[in-house]
Nanobody
Framework: QVQLVESGGGLVQAGGSLRLSCAAS????????LGWFRQAPGNEREFVSG????????VYADSVKGRFTVSRDNAQNTVYLQMDSLKPEDTAVYFC??????????????????WGRGTQVTVSS
């Protein structure tokens, strides 16, 4: 069983930065496929970023390319989402997701078996 705990959310002005953390238990992050998703009120869950188990490849939604960076720290057993140049439309609850097996498409939420409970990010204009 994998347990995921997100942290690092908060209130920030537009143009500012936040770093989200997802601490994993039960498995090493190097053995996991990991993804970040977000959901704003009234919206569907949206893919943000993912990092593959094999090859350490990364994928980003078009809306965050050039602004967000996903990374994995094996020593801390944590995956991070560095968010720069934040915009009000980035406001959402951000979720960390993980899977033990190969994920054919990192962008698809149903590919992931384990989820954190989310951390709120609010960006003011």
């Amino acid at each position: 069983q994998v347990q995921l705990v997100e942290s690092g959310g908060g209130l920030v002005q537009a143009g500012g930065s936040l770093r989200l953390s997802c601490a994993a238990s039960g498995r090493t992050v190097r053995s996991l496929t990991l993804g970040w998703f977000r959901q704003a009120p009234g919206n569907e869950r949206e893919f943000v970023s993912g990092i593959s188990r094999s090859g350490a490849g990364t994928v980003y939604a078009d809306s965050v390319k050039g602004r967000f960076t996903v990374s994995r720290d094996n020593a801390q057993n944590t995956v991070y989402l560095q968010m720069d140049s934040l915009k009000p439309e980035d406001t959402a609850v951000y979720f960390c997701a993980a899977d033990l097996a190969f994920v054919s498409d990192l962008r698809v939420a149903k590919e992931y078996d384990y989820w954190g409970r989310g951390t709120q990010v609010t960006v003011s204009s």
